[in-house]
């Protein structure tokens, strides 16, 4: 895991004038987007929930350059299963080891806005963790990554966290080798 400063210090941190920077050792600005979900509202299916969030840490190259700046997708079928179980397996024993990120809500400096967006981030995880749902987030890496009208087996496969609905994590599939599992 790389431990990150919270957003709001790295300016009050820099680095030592006397040491010259090092690619290796940079502290990478996390990415900063927004999750546009459907289906989190049973009285309204179709209706969608902008939430926005940050990438803090991550475990591996998840390539996050690559990453639109909003993620788009659903939490019902056939874009959010019900396989965490088989998920969690397949990443404890998949070596090498699937690139995982670790979202949490953004803060908002307007108050009411920020207890907006955490309740509804809180919201999608629980009912994530709720039906042990995997939401299925497809990126595409190029024009040619996917066969002609076939499925992207490209992108992040979104899960909850056990012990806390104020994270989700992310699994990354953004290499050529690297694809969805076959469950998925």
Known sequence: MVLRLPSQLESFVPAPASQAPNAADAVYTPWR????????????????????????????????????????????????????????????????PIPLTTFVPDRIRDSDQNAVNQSQFRSLSRLLWDGQLVAIVSIALSRSSTSAGGPNRHGILLFPSPNSSAVLYGAVFLTPSDTFPDFV
């Open 33 to 96: 987007g927004q999750f546009l979900v459907s289906g989190t509202r049973a009285s309204d299916i179709g209706s969608n929930v902008n939430i926005r969030v940050t990438g803090v840490e991550t475990d591996g190259d998840t390539q996050s350059h690559l990453w639109p700046s909003r993620f788009v997708f659903s939490v019902t079928s056939p874009h959010a299963l019900p396989i965490l179980a088989q998920l969690q397996i397949y990443l404890r024993r998949r070596s090498p």
